[in-house]
């Protein structure tokens, strides 16, 4: 994630802030008790859901099966 | 949930700054200027309400203002792709406005895919407002998704000698995503998502 702010900015001091401010604006993805993300992934399966109901059955067999 | 490894190098820059930036959200509110630019006054203070938000996200994010504005002139410089990609967007802009005027009208014989799959959301739309660029990772996701679609259904779990087949699928698949596509794919999503998504509210107001 740092790679690519680097390689635009060419400045490390800059490209350093750049990613505390990236992480800080990720942060509450990453709370300690996943909940965020829990939320996250049960939105991506309700859209998957909503958009493709057969894709989202084969995914649910696969998951299944595996 | 970046999906960093997925696309290939030439194109990542053009997917995380989309990612970070907010960009679909930012190109969906010039969109709606247009859509709704002669609607009642409800609409206008609906708007207001987004855009508050909106510049709210904005603020916090670019906390460092030289950044955005370097990222974004070196990003011109070094892809001259993403704006050739932005310039032919608008078509697609158009006519989906053409599409969503005609679903205004009752005539929903040109968008009924866009209806049918929107309908499945009405039960869990009550979410905040801030979750619109969550929605666009997601939507991102599901596009990715659709562009293997045909590679997933063909999977049997029959013969299966690997455990995690989708996975390993993708896993083959690193850097070989077409990115273009996918955020286009995922726009067109969050596009119509938006939209019906100021259309409930736009119901609620009225109702109240």
Same mark, same amino acid.
């Given at each position: 994630?740092?790679? *690519?702010?680097?390689?635009?900015?060419?400045?490390?001091?800059?490209?350093?802030?750049?990613?505390?401010?990236?992480?800080?604006?990720?942060? *509450?993805?990453?709370?300690?008790?996943?909940?965020?993300?829990?939320?996250?992934?049960?939105?991506?399966?309700?859209?998957?859901?909503?958009?493709? *109901?057969?894709?989202?059955?084969?995914?649910?067999?696969?998951?299944?099966?595996? | 949930?970046?999906?960093?490894?997925?696309?290939?190098?030439?194109?990542?820059?053009?997917? +995380?700054?989309?990612?970070?930036?907010?960009?679909?959200?930012?190109?969906?509110?010039?969109?709606?200027?247009?859509?709704?630019?002669?609607?009642?006054?409800?609409?206008?203070?609906?708007?207001?309400?987004?855009?508050?938000?909106?510049?709210?996200?904005?603020?916090?994010?670019?906390?460092?203002?030289?950044?955005?504005?370097?990222?974004?002139?070196?990003?011109?410089?070094?892809?001259?792709?993403?704006?050739?990609?932005?310039?032919?967007?608008?078509?697609?802009?158009?006519? +989906?406005?053409?599409?969503?005027?005609?679903?205004?009208?009752?005539?929903?014989?040109?968008?009924?895919? +866009?209806?049918?799959?929107?309908?499945?959301?009405?039960?869990?739309?009550?979410?905040?407002?801030?979750?619109?660029?969550?929605?666009?990772?997601?939507?991102?996701?599901?596009?990715?998704?659709?562009?293997?679609?045909?590679?997933?259904?063909?999977?049997?779990?029959?013969?299966?000698?690997?455990?995690?087949?989708?996975?390993?699928?993708?896993?083959?698949?690193?850097?070989?995503?077409?990115?273009?596509?996918?955020?286009?794919?995922?726009?067109?999503?969050?596009?119509?998502?938006?939209?019906?998504?100021?259309?409930?509210?736009?119901?609620?107001?009225?109702?109240?």
């Amino acid at each position: 994630m740092a790679a *690519p702010i680097l390689f635009v900015i060419r400045d490390e001091s800059l490209a350093y802030e750049c990613f505390c401010a990236l992480m800080r604006y990720m942060r *509450p993805l990453f709370h300690s008790n996943g909940l965020a993300m829990k939320r996250r992934l049960d939105l991506l399966k309700k859209t998957i859901q909503a958009i493709d *109901p057969d894709l989202s059955k084969k995914i649910e067999q696969c998951d299944i099966s595996s | 949930m970046d999906c960093k490894r997925e696309f290939p190098f030439k194109d990542i820059f053009c997917v +995380l700054e989309s990612l970070w930036a907010s960009i679909p959200v930012e190109k969906f509110d010039a969109n709606i200027d247009e859509l709704f630019f002669d609607k009642d006054e409800l609409v206008n203070e609906h708007r207001s309400s987004i855009m508050s938000s909106l510049t709210n996200t904005f603020s916090s994010r670019n906390s460092c203002p030289i950044k955005s504005e370097e990222t974004l002139s070196e990003q011109s410089s070094i892809d001259e792709e993403d704006s050739g990609y932005r310039d032919e967007q608008n078509p697609t802009l158009t006519d +989906l406005q053409i599409r969503l005027h005609k679903s205004d009208l009752t005539t929903r014989t040109a968008s009924v895919s +866009l209806g049918k799959w929107l309908t499945h959301f009405s039960s869990f739309d009550d979410d905040n407002d801030d979750d619109c660029s969550d929605m666009f990772t997601v939507f991102l996701c599901v596009a990715l998704l659709e562009q293997n679609r045909a590679a997933i259904m063909n999977m049997s779990p029959l013969n299966t000698d690997d455990d995690d087949l989708i996975g390993s699928h993708f896993t083959r698949l690193v850097r070989q995503h077409n990115a273009q596509h996918a955020l286009q794919l995922a726009r067109q999503y969050h596009r119509q998502y938006m939209i019906f998504r100021m259309r409930v509210k736009q119901l609620l107001l009225t109702d109240n």
